[in-house]
């Protein structure tokens, strides 16, 4: 199948500051993606999506960016809090409704 | 968690032994999706189904089946657990969108 990539599998920032964590992927048929985030014993909580048709979304406090030309997503925090510790995935969908997940970065933030 | 129920939770099997792993839905979701997620590959595809008795592999199939009879049950079975079937295994439902995901079961293959 597929793959699609994480950059830095671990990333730690400072309470407040904002965090950036990068994805790359390969599949240029890819139509829609999805951040998860994933806490210690628990199953990947979604986050926000994006389509392809689309280069920003926002939400609270989280937005993703997509950049077709370069099959790279990116996941914005803003002030990040310490309950954002955790791990987040990038995941990309295509025919069949087919979801794969990149191999995830594990985000901590200090206080 | 979306009303996706795993069972069970956590299990430790012995080599060469059937395990049946069963995955419940109450959402009344069309696609329904087994991972496995182990430390450095995050989560990988093993076979999904896209309406009752329609299933698919995924990327690292070999050595699991899957059933799905109804469409609020999917079952993964492993025909004879081995010690690198040990891992996280996470099902999950998608209604077109977004998937939700399971708490999870802890497998362990001794």
């Known amino acids: 199948g597929e793959s699609v990539g994480l950059h830095l599998p671990t990333l730690s920032v400072q309470e407040g500051d904002n965090s950036i964590i990068n994805c790359a992927y390969s599949?240029?048929?890819?139509?829609?993606f999805i951040w998860y985030k994933q806490e210690s014993g628990k199953g990947p909580q979604f986050i926000i999506d994006?389509?392809?048709?689309?280069d920003k979304r926002q939400g609270q406090r989280v937005t993703v960016l997509l950049n077709k030309t370069v099959k790279h997503l990116s996941l914005q925090i803003a002030a990040t809090q310490p309950g954002d510790s955790a791990v987040y995935f990038c995941?990309?969908?295509?025919?069949?409704?087919?979801?794969?997940f990149g191999t995830g970065t594990s985000l901590t933030v200090i206080p | 968690d979306a009303g996706i129920t795993q069972s069970p939770r956590h299990k430790v099997t012995e080599t060469g032994t059937p395990v049946t792993l069963r995955c419940h839905q109450t959402?009344?979701?069309?696609?329904m999706y087994w991972y496995r997620q182990d430390p450095g590959h995050g989560l990988r595809l093993i076979h999904y189904?896209?309406?009752?008795?329609?299933?698919d592999k995924g990327e690292v199939s070999d050595g699991y089946s899957v059933s799905r009879s109804k469409t609020e049950d999917f079952l993964l079975t492993l025909e004879s657990a081995t010690s690198s079937q040990t891992s996280v295994y996470f099902c999950?439902?998608?209604?077109?969108?977004?998937?939700?995901f399971g708490q999870g079961t802890r497998l362990t293959v001794v």
């Open positions: 999950a439902i998608s209604g077109g969108n977004e998937a939700f």
């Open positions: 599949n240029s048929a890819s139509d829609y």
């Open positions: 994006i389509r392809s048709n689309m």
């Open positions: 995941a990309e969908i295509y025919t069949g409704n087919q979801f794969y």
């Open positions: 959402e009344n979701h069309r696609y």
């Open positions: 189904s896209y309406g009752v008795k329609d299933t």
